[in-house]
Structures are given as C-alpha cells and as structure tokens.
C-alpha cells in the first residue's frame, strides 16, 4: 500500500528533506512536503527560489503525486492549515517526517530570548502540535509513522549551539512519550540522528575534518539517512516504536 508522506523542510536540494522525499518517492508514496525559503536565505548555503518547484518535477518523475506549499511553521495556525492543504490535494496522510529545523550559532555568553524562542517555536512546538494532528486525524487503524528529526544531543555536548541543542534535545523525550500515546491507534514514532551530514554546508576542511571520525572514512549523506528513514515507516518497521536511532555511520566524538 502506497500512502501519502508529509515531510517538512525539503526546501533545498542537498538537503535531508529533499533526500527523504526521493527515497519516499522511489518507494511509491505520494508526497507532500513544505519549505520556507526565508530562513535558507539567512542561512550561509542560501537556496535558490526554484529548488522546491525543481524537487517537485524530481519528484514526480518517479510516477506519484506531489503537493508542496511554503508554510511557517511558527505560526500557530501550522498545523491546520498543513493537513487541510494535504486532504485536499492528496488524501488523508499517514506518514510524518518532522524533518524541518531552525539552527543559529549561539553560547551561554550571547544567549537570547528572542533566539531560543525561534528555536523552540520550529524545533518543538510545531513538531508537537504537527504530530498531535496529525495523530487526531489518523483515520487507518493502523500503519501510521512520525519520524522525528534529532541530533544525538545526549551522546555528547554541542558547545556553540546552546538553543539548538536544548530544543532538539526535547525532541528525545517527546518521541518516547508520544510514540506510548498514540501506539493503540497503529502509529509508531521514532526519532533518528543521522550524525554529521554534508547538507551543503560543509567546507572541505571541515569535511577532512571529520571524516577520520567515521570508521568509512567519510561524513555522511542526506542519502543515508533517508533510506534509514523509508525503513521506518515502511509496514516491515511496524515493531519499532518510541526509539532513538543513532544512523551516523559509527561516528566517534
């Protein structure tokens, strides 16, 4: 059975999102995926206005259909206003990948309250309430998935990255919690860490860098985390719920 995926954050090319909706794609789900382009366009990788129409043609090649829209998930009105636009277009969903994050450099020392609640209102509330949605609204009886996205913030510090670390962080405890409430409504929900991935914004110092950290000898790819990803929702993943896989290719902190 091929069933409708929403995946939020797909707005770049060589990102995890776009990765996810091709491996999700090739698999014969339809697919649905949001993008907000103003954040990119703060980011140092940037984007480029056209990328989410060109993944949408990408997508399409492999014979489904594909919805997409720009949405901001700080609004309070997120949620909604993502799964209406999904029923109409495409069907009731019953995949969710809360792919989409925000991320700025920040410390103990230059911390704000403006910063940790952007922070907090991409990287937890609207994974929250997305998922709460759409866990009200599943209609199968069985074969729902939420897979979260997070950053393997309990397997090490992240210096630099305060509000980052602090908001994905919950995303563990969240993921457990959730997947013990929805279990009798045939939903999973497991996180994942892909480790570090060349989404674009490494440098070839920094990939250098790493890569005699993985036992392959190279960082990771949106590829790998993505194929991990269309294993756990796929109907053979239905046993695994509420974990917290480490996918990062046997990196070593």
């Given at each position: 059975m091929n069933r409708i995926a929403v995946v939020t954050g797909a707005s770049r090319l060589k990102?995890?999102?776009?990765?996810v909706c091709r491996e999700l794609a090739k698999a014969g789900h339809p697919i649905f995926f949001t993008y907000w382009t103003p954040y990119d366009e703060e980011m140092p990788w940037g984007s480029e206005a056209r990328e989410p129409q060109l993944l949408k043609e990408e997508l399409e090649r492999f014979g489904v259909s594909v919805g997409m829209m720009e949405l901001d998930l700080t609004s309070v009105e997120a949620a909604d206003v993502l799964f209406q636009n999904v029923r109409e277009d495409l069907g009731e969903p019953s995949i969710?990948?809360?792919?989409?994050a925000y991320s700025t450099n920040d410390d103990y020392s230059k911390i704000t309250a403006e910063d940790l609640d952007k922070h907090y209102l991409v990287n937890i509330r609207a994974t929250v309430l997305l998922s709460s949605r759409f866990a009200q609204q599943f209609t199968f009886g069985s074969g729902g998935r939420i897979v979260n996205l997070t950053s393997g913030q309990f397997?090490?510090?992240?210096?630099?990255?305060?509000?980052?670390?602090?908001?994905?962080g919950a995303i563990d405890a969240?993921?457990?919690?959730?997947?013990?409430?929805?279990?009798?409504?045939g939903i999973t929900v497991n996180a994942i860490n892909p480790g570090p991935t060349d989404t674009g914004w490494?440098?070839?110092?920094?990939?250098?860098?790493?890569?005699?950290?993985?036992?392959?000898?190279?960082?990771?790819?949106?590829s790998d985390v993505a194929r991990t990803i269309k294993f756990l929702v796929s109907e053979e993943a239905e046993w695994v719920t509420g974990q917290i896989i480490h996918s990062e290719?046997?990196?070593r902190r």
């Open positions: 990102g995890i999102g776009a990765a969710l990948v809360n792919n989409a397997r090490g510090p992240m210096p630099g990255e305060l509000s980052y670390a602090t908001t994905k969240m993921t457990i919690t959730l997947a013990a409430e929805v279990g009798k409504l490494m440098t070839e110092d920094i990939k250098l860098g790493l890569s005699g950290m993985f036992p392959s000898g190279r960082v990771g790819l949106p290719g046997g990196f």
